[in-house]
């Protein structure tokens, strides 16, 4: 072999190169990568609202030995605890041995919200032999993408009397879907003329529910009573107690392999879901940590972690102080030396759109998972911008453990950006960086990841609870 030139140890030595974990991986790590690929899928088609998501973390939470936790409950060392914030949020701990006052609480914290088409209050009507269900968009989508694809129906009614049903429609192959019209392109001169943004307005984007009418000649509104009568004949329920559900429209597609070679996963709701499966799965790996470690999967990230399922809720604070206080610690004293994970992704490099990105600092896929140091828009502005010592800090931990991991900024500085959960975090004196998994089509109805990068951020969030 020949001898390398002290050129190339030198630039060895001091240079960075970006790695690709599946170039890094032998057959055996790959095979991990995949089997743990499947695992995720099958969590992202139980999932796909933020209830469901919390309905379902509380699940592998119990199989893994966590039990409920209530305000006020006794804490010991040891405890592994959830608390279910009104089904909509989960917060999960375990109670270490080693001293909160030295160390504080290793934080990893996610949303388990999507973009999607919210019902309103009073959304049913009928016209022109169609029924129709009325939607208020939530969170930051492409109107015009949520056309003419097909639909699922999720969500709870509560009823006067408390009673809460339970409504899933559309995931069964058997199940009827739903839709939105979109206008033929024949006719569609002048909605193509529009930009994108307001081709399709928020008022247009009503469902598709029926076309039947009740077979009795004295009603009014024969095709709106006709799915009155499927909804109470399946679930009990009248038009009324529409005014206190909580249901939404999501994309009706199951989580599915992308590509001949199957390295990628397209599906609904990877923001941010693709960072809260990671999260819970290192929690459960790290059994044999020292520290005390919690994991936040939180509610309303995507309207701005506002409510009492958001980031912002006092809950947060609420348990960390209860955890100081089964301790005899000062939560002052332990925030100020905690440290934490804003688990969310980031946007992926794409060859398609480069303009919009800054190749030598954008996310690229396969090459692990990504940590940023700033998020915001243009100016820096809407970003906790991590310290420099906490990015080293977590750094010497990749490096102690062998992730794989890059870096990124969400576009170009004047292309536009985004913001997580890490400001409200950093607002209570917690050091807090950014790190998650690199998406394709991000808020899409249907977005794309590499499994390298799903499978890099669980190993990451283990070396850090760890």
Not at 181 to 186: E, Q, T, V
Not at 270 to 286: E, G, I, K, M, Q
Request: with cysteine.
């Amino acid at each position: 072999m020949k001898e390398k030139t002290e050129g190339a140890k030198m630039q060895e030595l001091l240079s960075y190169k970006r790695k690709n974990v599946y170039e890094e991986a032998d057959a055996a790590r790959i095979k991990d990568i995949f089997d743990y690929a499947e695992g995720y899928k099958a969590f992202l088609d139980k999932a796909k609202t933020e209830r469901e998501a919390a309905e379902e973390a509380i699940a592998m939470a119990e199989r893994a030995g966590y039990r409920p936790y209530r305000l006020g409950d006794a804490l010991q060392v040891g405890d592994k605890r959830y608390y279910s914030n009104r089904g909509r949020s989960v917060i999960l701990f375990r109670i270490g041995e080693n001293s909160l006052s030295e160390e504080g609480i290793r934080i990893l914290t996610s949303h388990i919200d999507s973009p999607r088409l919210d019902l309103k209050q009073n959304p049913l009507y009928e016209e022109a032999g169609m029924g129709f269900l009325k939607t208020h968009y939530y969170g930051g989508v492409k109107k015009y993408q949520w056309t003419a694809i097909p639909l699922a129906l999720h969500g709870v009614m509560v009823k006067a009397d408390g009673e809460s049903v339970k409504v899933s429609i559309g995931e069964e192959a058997s199940d009827p879907i739903f839709y939105i019209n979109d206008l033929l392109p024949h006719l569609a001169a002048r909605q193509t003329a529009e930009p994108l943004g307001s081709a399709i307005s928020g008022e247009s984007l009503n469902i598709l529910v029926g076309g039947l009418p009740y077979a009795d000649k004295e009603v009014e509104h024969k095709i709106k009573l006709s799915v009155l009568s499927l909804l109470n004949e399946k679930y009990g329920v009248t038009e009324e107690d529409f005014l206190s559900a909580e249901l939404c429209l999501v994309p009706a597609f199951s989580a599915r392999d992308v590509g001949l070679d199957r390295a990628l996963i397209g599906a609904y709701g990877h923001d941010d879901r693709v960072c809260s499966y990671p999260a819970l799965t290192a929690l459960f790996a790290a059994e044999d940590t020292k520290h005390t470690v919690m994991v936040v999967l939180a509610d309303k990230e995507e309207i701005g972690s506002v409510g009492v399922s958001g980031m912002r809720s006092e809950i947060f604070m609420d348990l960390i102080n209860e955890i100081c206080a089964a301790k005899g610690e000062n939560p002052a004293l332990v925030r100020s030396v905690s440290k934490c994970l804003s688990a969310d992704v980031t946007a992926a490099f794409d060859p398609n759109f480069a303009d919009v990105y800054e190749k030598r600092n954008s996310a690229m896929l396969s090459c692990g998972t990504c940590m940023a140091k700033y998020t915001g828009a243009r100016g820096k502005s809407g970003t906790s911008d991590a310290t420099a010592e906490l990015v080293a800090f977590v750094r010497g931990i990749f490096a102690k453990h062998g992730v794989i991991w890059q870096t990124a900024e969400l576009g170009r500085v004047d292309a536009g950006g985004g913001g997580t959960v890490a400001q409200f975090i950093a607002n209570l004196n917690i050091d807090t960086v950014d790190i998650g998994v690199p998406v394709i089509s991000m808020h899409a109805p249907y977005e794309v990841v590499s499994k390298a990068d799903v499978y890099s951020t669980h190993e990451a969030f283990v070396a850090f609870l760890k």
